[in-house]
Nanobody
Framework: QAQLVESEGGLVQPGGSLTLSCAASRNIFSINAMGWYRQAPGKERELVAL???????NYGDAVKGRFTISRDIDKNTVYLQMNSLKPEDTAVYFCIANAILGNYWGQGTQVTVSS
């Protein structure tokens, strides 16, 4: 079964850091881009970061300069390094893989930024 497996999020203090990972199963073929969206309670899902198979990155305005996305193509894995976390970064983070057969989504992982 095609799936994306996300690492656990967690509770982080403001100003802290956290890294998320997302591994795509080998039966997801021809992945063009991978990345992350997030959804906070009562808000719409928003772009966090995307990275193409060529390494081109795209970040949401709210995270530019604080988050870094990277990808290991051989491992079909994408990483999201989150620094200088703020309470407004609290959300469920969803991994996405854009492939030739369509978009695949992870189950979501909770990230809470609070003191």
């Amino acid at each position: 079964q095609a799936q994306l497996v996300e690492s656990e999020g967690g509770l982080v203090q403001p100003g802290g850091s956290l890294t998320l990972s997302c591994a795509a199963s080998r039966n997801i073929f021809s992945i063009n881009a991978m990345g992350w969206y997030r959804q906070a309670p009562g808000k719409e899902r928003e772009l966090v970061a995307l990275i193409s198979s060529f390494g081109k990155t795209n970040y949401g305005d709210a995270v530019k300069g604080r988050f870094t996305i990277s990808r290991d193509i051989d491992k079909n894995t994408v990483y999201l390094q989150m620094n200088s976390l703020k309470p407004e970064d609290t959300a469920v983070y969803f991994c996405i893989a854009n492939a030739i057969l369509g978009n695949y989504w992870g189950q979501g992982t909770q990230v809470t930024v609070s003191s």
